[in-house]
């Protein structure tokens, strides 16, 4: 167990629908990074927050969105929904604001779009 | 495009053979490596890191990795595996020519039979 929680663990949705993913760090990480993983394109980086600033962004769609609130989880919202956003996306946190720090990852969240 | 390469997507071995998997990556400058391996139904996690010293790393498990700065590798070793090595092995980097964020490799599969 990294200590990262994330929920829900399956989610499945219609194309166009919108949703929400949620993300708890280890307790005193400041950082929270979100990764997409999918057959097709791997492991992507997609956005990191650090002490609830957005610190560096990836290959995020503008339909993608994200937040870390001030106690440190973070929300990643889907929107517009289309069948290739099917993926797992896990959510990782580490102590610092630094992309070289070891990274703790969560248990991901499957997102099936039907 | 800078990138990292995983070349084998699959590896498959039997108990007590030697596994070696490859990593190369396309960025100059300073880098950090990683190698992350995810078993079945589990998260991401750590087995070694290489941030600078010795290029011989050991991690976890038994694993080893060695950086070869002019051939742009960070190869995996294991000299003899286990049926519980089963699982994905990732090759992630994190270089200040792709702005700190850690960029992964494709993973390879790899299954050891007993």
């Known amino acids: 167990d990294s200590g990262v929680t994330q929920t829900p663990k399956h989610l499945i949705t219609a194309t166009g629908q919108r949703v929400t993913l949620r993300c708890s760090p280890r307790?005193?990480?400041?950082?929270v990074y979100w990764y997409q993983q999918s057959l097709d394109q791997g492991l992507q980086f997609l956005i990191q927050?650090?002490?609830?600033?957005?610190?560096a962004k990836g290959n995020i769609l503008e339909r993608f969105s994200a937040q870390q609130f001030p106690d440190l989880h973070s929300e990643l919202n889907l929107s517009s929904l289309e069948l290739g956003d099917s993926a797992l996306y896990f959510c990782?946190?580490?102590?610092?604001?630094?992309?070289?720090?070891?990274?703790?990852f969560g248990p991901g969240t499957r997102l099936t779009v039907l | 495009a800078q990138s990292v390469s995983q070349h084998n997507h699959h590896v498959i071995l039997s108990e007590a053979a030697s596994l070696e998997l490859g990593c190369n990556y396309s960025?100059?400058?300073?880098?950090?490596l990683f190698w992350y391996v995810q078993y079945p139904g589990q998260h991401l996690q750590l087995l070694l890191k290489?941030?600078?010293?010795?290029?011989l790393v050991k991690g976890i498990k038994g694993f080893e990795a060695e950086f070869i700065k002019s051939k742009f590798s960070f190869n995996l070793r294991k000299p003899s595996v286990q049926w519980s090595d089963t699982a994905e092995y990732f090759c992630?980097?994190?270089?200040?020519?792709?702005?700190?964020?850690?960029?992964f490799g494709g993973g390879t599969r790899v299954l050891v039979k007993p």
């Open positions: 992630a980097v994190n270089a200040a020519a792709a702005g700190n964020k850690l960029t």
């Open positions: 927050y650090y002490n609830g600033e957005e610190r």
């Open positions: 990782a946190s580490s102590p610092y604001g630094q992309g070289y720090n070891e990274q703790f």
């Open positions: 307790s005193g990480d400041l950082s």
């Open positions: 290489y941030f600078s010293g010795d290029p």
């Open positions: 960025y100059g400058g300073t880098v950090n």
